[in-house]
């Protein structure tokens, strides 16, 4: 008898327990005991970036899914949304694109509230050629220097490290800058650790 009422008063405390927990809002926890959060779009550019050509965006429509889309941008600068057809993205920051749908769609909507993300930079590329690991075009991330392209592009054995030059191409003229990779990573001449540009070509010798 003891062992029966004992039985009975632990099964009363565990659902007297699950009864509270459900009264003071309990959330359910993952199995690293946190609670979950919905998935969030994150973006692989700042806020100054510059839309391009072949980006991939993420629209969202606070409260509309039927307008939220991830959609690449076209070879014409254009993005096709609906409602709204044909959208120009190239050569806006994603803060501005999001202010002109959003000015759009207040034909359709009368609260818009919109969120522009890049989630993928293919507009803005420079390449690596020569005695590398990894040859061909490598994207642009903000603020890429010519050390940490390098650094991702890789050396073959028979790279020439202190012969590394940059192409660029300015004002319709072309310039060859001198990379000297050994006194980079030594700290020495840093001012050869410069700021890549779209369409930049590293040479490994």
Same mark, same amino acid.
Request: aromatic fraction near 4%; hydrophobic fraction near 40%.
């Given at each position: 008898? #003891? ?59 606070? #409260? ?76 642009? =991330?903000?603020?890429?220097?010519? =050390? ?48 890549? #540009? ?8």
């Amino acid at each position: 008898m #003891k062992t029966t009422a004992l039985t009975i008063a632990l099964l009363l405390g565990l659902v007297t327990g699950s009864a509270w927990a459900q009264s003071n809002g309990a959330k359910p926890k993952d199995k690293a005991g946190s609670v979950p959060e919905a998935s969030r779009t994150t973006s692989a550019a700042g806020p100054t970036y510059v839309i391009g050509a072949d980006d991939t965006l993420h629209i969202d429509v606070w #409260k509309e899914p039927d307008l939220t889309a991830t959609l690449p941008v076209r070879p014409d600068g254009m993005i096709s949304l609906p409602l709204l057809n044909d959208v120009q993205a190239a050569g806006l920051t994603p803060m501005q694109l999001a202010a002109s749908i959003t000015e759009k769609l207040k034909k359709y909507l009368a609260d818009p509230r919109v969120t522009v993300v890049v989630t993928q930079m293919n507009s803005q590329r420079i390449y690596v050629t020569g005695e590398v690991l990894h040859t061909g075009a490598m994207p642009l =991330l903000p603020n890429m220097t010519v =050390l940490q392209a390098l650094a991702s592009a890789g050396f073959s054995q028979f790279a020439n490290t202190k012969g590394i030059y940059v192409l660029r191409v300015e004002n319709g003229r072309q310039q060859k800058i001198p990379v000297n990779y050994k006194q980079l990573v030594k700290g020495e001449a840093m001012g050869q650790n410069i700021l890549m #540009k779209p369409g930049d070509t590293i040479v490994v010798p």
